[in-house]
């Protein structure tokens, strides 16, 4: 973090890292998921995860659902029409 070259720090720990990239390597493995950006990672000097961006087809998908703590975003486009009904989805996908 003291390095001003580093775009992010990295994650707390060993545990955390091998979580996130558990879900990053889900979503690259994922057919209805498409990685936009990242997904790269490094552990042999810090745990750094690079921003990563996914693009989902099913918003009842875990990377939707699952709270992830890390350097990690999914998106899911709606068309402007379903925007009452992607607010119920919304409320009804996760308890946060």
Avoid: C, Q
């Avoid at 996914?54 to 659902?65: A, G």
């Avoid at 699952?66 to 999914?74: K, N, Q, S, Y």
């Amino acid at each position: 973090p003291l390095d001003f070259k580093t775009f992010t720090s990295a994650v707390i720990d060993e545990k955390s890292f091998d979580r996130i990239t558990s879900y990053i390597n889900y979503g690259i493995h994922n057919p209805k998921t498409k990685l936009i950006h990242g997904g790269e990672n490094d552990k042999t000097k810090g745990y750094y995860i690079n921003p990563t961006l996914f693009e989902t087809k099913d918003p009842n998908d875990k990377l939707m659902r699952e709270e992830i703590f890390g350097p990690v975003l999914t998106v899911y486009v709606y068309k402007n029409n379903e925007y009452d009904k992607v607010l119920d989805l919304i409320d009804s996908t996760t308890p946060y």
